[in-house]
């Protein structure tokens, strides 16, 4: 078993809250329904990109953002005066 992390805890509710069966959502997003199966029984996690592909299934977007006030390489970025 293994604990999920943010991303995965979203998707986890995600996918617990479609309308979609196990079967659909796997065929919508092209992979293999045990995959589904075993990281609802959080027994394994995903890959990103296999995130990404459950969440376009559920008609989400997985997004990166900068943390506010950190600059693209993750340093402080400094107020004027």
């Known amino acids: 078993m ?8 979203l998707l986890l509710r995600a996918i617990r809250q479609s309308n979609l069966s196990i079967y659909r959502l796997a065929r919508e997003a092209g992979i293999s329904h045990s995959i589904i199966v075993r990281f609802l029984q959080k027994e394994r996690s995903v ?5 990404e592909k459950i969440a376009t299934a559920l008609g989400l977007r ?5 943390p506010k006030g950190k600059s693209k390489r993750g340093r402080q970025v400094k107020g004027d005066g």
């Open 62 to 66: 997985l997004e990166l953002t900068e």
């Open 2 to 9: 293994f604990e999920p992390n943010h991303v995965e805890r």
């Open 47 to 51: 890959t990103l990109q296999t995130a």
